[in-house]
């Protein structure tokens, strides 16, 4: 089968500059119908409730359902054996130098020893991470989502903020199937998900990519 990440559309991701560094692509796939098979495929077993609502000062609060399938260039192996044919594909399609090396071409001066991390997770009613640039070790993030007819009442939105506050909002990204965003993170990057709503009647569903300096970890 041929690629299912469009890693043209990577390399010419438009870069926006303000508040920082980040770009939206519409259409992450090569092929609409893998996108559609993607959607359909995606894994509903096996993730488990992170739950830090009251975190230590500095740290995240965050509740959101994760399923690990590489970690510190390792892959899950038993998580990833019960991903569909399709799935599996695209995670070795991550973990290939291929991928790494178009996301990375978007991070000047990017060190070639970084570390993959994917990860999945699916938000429920009351899911949400607040505001945070992500942690110093991270040097870049790949976020594609796979939901369909999103509605905004849902809130869930992906938020691009000019600084810590959750109101303070740039750009919203709605979490629809085929549209990813690519964020080279700094002190600026401040991003997060308001909590989806009580009556959201899907999970939110993202697929996470972190490029990552190989001694750091979440
Ligand atoms: O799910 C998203 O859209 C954002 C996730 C995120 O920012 C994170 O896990 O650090
Ligand atoms: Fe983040």
Same mark, same amino acid.
């Given at each position: 089968?041929? &690629? %299912?990440?469009?890693?043209?559309?990577?390399?010419?991701?438009? +870069?926006?500059?303000?508040?920082?560094?980040?770009?939206? !692509?519409?259409? /992450?796939?090569?092929?609409?119908?893998?996108?559609? *098979?993607?959607?359909?495929?995606?894994?509903?077993?096996?993730?488990?409730?992170? $739950? *830090?609502?009251?975190?230590?000062?500095?740290?995240? @609060?965050?509740?959101?359902? #994760?399923?690990? +399938?590489?970690?510190? $260039? @390792?892959?899950?192996?038993?998580?990833?054996?019960?991903? &569909? =044919?399709?799935?599996?594909?695209?995670?070795?399609?991550?973990?290939?130098?291929?991928?790494?090396?178009?996301?990375? /071409?978007?991070?000047?001066?990017?060190? #070639?020893? !970084?570390?993959?991390?994917?990860? !999945?997770?699916?938000?429920?009613?009351?899911?949400? %991470?607040?505001?945070?640039?992500?942690?110093?070790?991270?040097?870049?993030?790949?976020?594609?989502?796979?939901?369909?007819?999103?509605?905004?009442?849902?809130?869930?939105?992906?938020?691009? !903020?000019?600084?810590?506050? %959750?109101?303070?909002?740039? $750009?919203?990204?709605?979490?629809? +199937?085929?549209? &990813?965003?690519?964020?080279?993170? /700094?002190? *600026? &990057?401040?991003?997060?998900?308001? =909590?989806? /709503?009580? #009556?959201? =009647?899907?999970?939110?569903?993202?697929?996470?990519?972190? +490029?990552?300096?190989?001694?750091?970890?979440?």
């Amino acid at each position: 089968m041929s &690629s %299912i990440i469009d890693e043209h559309a990577i390399r010419s991701a438009p +870069l926006r500059r303000t508040p920082y560094r980040y770009a939206v !692509l519409a259409d /992450s796939f090569t092929d609409p119908a893998l996108t559609r *098979r993607l959607g359909a495929e995606f894994p509903r077993e096996g993730f488990a409730l992170s $739950d *830090r609502e009251r975190a230590e000062p500095g740290q995240k @609060r965050y509740r959101t359902f #994760d399923h690990q +399938l590489v970690r510190h $260039d @390792r892959p899950h192996t038993a998580n990833l054996a019960a991903l &569909s =044919p399709l799935w599996q594909q695209l995670v070795a399609e991550l973990r290939a130098p291929g991928y790494r090396a178009a996301l990375a /071409s978007l991070v000047p001066q990017a060190p #070639d020893d !970084l570390a993959l991390e994917v990860r !999945l997770t699916r938000y429920g009613p009351g899911c949400w %991470i607040e505001p945070h640039t992500d942690r110093p070790d991270k040097v870049v993030t790949h976020l594609f989502y796979f939901n369909t007819g999103w509605q905004s009442a849902w809130q869930g939105d992906f938020r691009v !903020l000019n600084g810590p506050d %959750i109101e303070d909002v740039a $750009d919203r990204v709605r979490p629809a +199937l085929g549209t &990813s965003l690519i964020m080279i993170r /700094s002190d *600026r &990057s401040w991003h997060g998900v308001p =909590p989806v /709503s009580a #009556d959201c =009647p899907q999970d939110r569903l993202t697929l996470l990519v972190h +490029l990552h300096h190989p001694d750091g970890a979440r």
